[in-house]
């Protein structure tokens, strides 16, 4: 019998284009980087820059780029068996700008539908999902159908088993309007269907909810750090993780046990990409059974540690880098080869004057 995997994800998948010439506009940029994207896949490939056996559960369009992530997926050591394809709809493309330290606007090109939300029930492969020591989903996966579906499905097969993370995940973008329903249609949307009442639902099967201010907002009415993490252990959860941006992260156990540890101080470059790289460093400090603040520390120094690069899948960071950072070393640099460095020359302009701390809410 295979052994259980340490961690599924479930949820977004694409191709991110990075420009690689920081703090000018989209309009100006005439090269970019292409890399693996997708909040879900990205923090399965931070869980296995970790050492930990993951896998994700997405579906791409059946094209060149659908193609690219497979390989990338396998380049990074994760299981694409239960990445499909969708033959009516293109593989997501995602731009972004870059002015540090904060400000990284992001364009997603997911219409008229984005496959990884054609994800089916009957396609789940329940036994692998139930036996996962992490099962990893996100709120992204509750827009539309048949994702919506599919995603509680997976939710409610894990019955308590292992540990179940709801990554809130709030993407406005992403959600149809007043106006439309779940599938794409024109007709009201069903009250029972909304946001809230979908998170809500979902609440009910995780173990751990992990988001920021605007997204435990959106799942529990809550802003203040406090009254969001009792809001989210009411809703089900076991364990809340609060991210409070430059005050860094709150984590609050239903035992009583909490944690609230500022964020590492680094020359931010991208902040896109350090919530998920936070993401699968707390899937490890979980896995290995670390007290809970070794693992928030542990997961802030990997979100660190990609805001201080350029990109994003490929700026997961190893055991090696993240113990360095720890122990008050430097954030180690790229690998080139991996992702070029960014362009900050004169033409740049004077945004691309790094910050000194990094957020791990940061988008992807």
């Known amino acids: 019998m ?189 009250p029972a269907e909304s946001p809230r009442e979908l998170y809500t639902r979902a609440l009910r099967s995780a173990t751990v909810a992990v988001g920021n201010l605007d997204e435990c907002e959106v799942a529990v009415g809550e802003r203040d750090p406090e009254a969001a993490a009792r809001a989210l252990l009411a809703a089900g959860p076991e364990l809340a993780v609060v991210k409070q941006g430059p005050k860094g992260v709150l984590a609050v156990h239903r035992d009583g046990t909490r944690a609230e540890v500022p964020p590492v101080p680094v020359e931010v470059v991208n902040g896109l990409g350090a919530g998920d790289a936070f993401g699968g460093a707390l899937c490890h400090g979980l896995l290995a059974g670390w007290e809970l603040e070794r693992v928030m520390r542990y997961a802030n120094a990997a979100g660190a540690i990609v805001a201080a690069r350029l990109a994003c899948s490929s700026a997961m ?17 790229q690998d080139p080869a991996v992702a070029p460095p960014p362009d900050t020359g004169p033409s740049a302009g004077p945004s691309a004057a790094p910050s000194t701390t990094a957020t791990p809410g940061a988008p992807s």
């Open 317 to 333: 960071p190893y055991e090696r880098e993240v113990a360095q950072v720890l122990a008050g070393g430097p954030v180690p640099a």
């Open 2 to 190: 295979t052994a259980p995997y340490d961690v599924i994800t479930m949820g977004r998948i694409g191709v991110d284009l990075y420009p690689l010439r920081t703090g000018v506009p989209l309009a100006q940029v005439e090269t970019f980087g292409k890399f693996l994207g997708g909040s879900a896949t990205n923090v399965a490939v931070a869980s296995a820059r970790l050492g930990r056996r993951a896998a994700v559960i997405t579906r791409t369009g059946r094209d060149a780029f659908g193609d690219y992530l497979h390989q990338a997926l396998r380049e990074f050591e994760v299981d694409d068996r239960w990445v499909t394809a969708v033959d009516r709809y293109p593989t997501p493309v995602t731009f972004c700008e870059v002015f540090p330290p904060d400000d990284f606007p992001l364009y997603f090109y997911r219409l008229p539908k984005a496959p990884d939300l054609e994800i089916h029930p009957h396609e789940l492969d329940l036994d692998a999902i139930g036996a996962a020591r992490i099962f990893w989903m996100t709120g992204t996966g509750l827009c539309a159908e048949p994702s919506r579906t599919a995603t509680l499905t997976a939710l409610e097969s894990r019955a308590g088993s292992g540990i179940t993370v709801f990554d809130l995940d709030w993407r406005p973008m992403f959600w149809p309007t007043d106006a439309e329903d779940r599938s794409g249609g024109t007709e009201p949307a069903d």
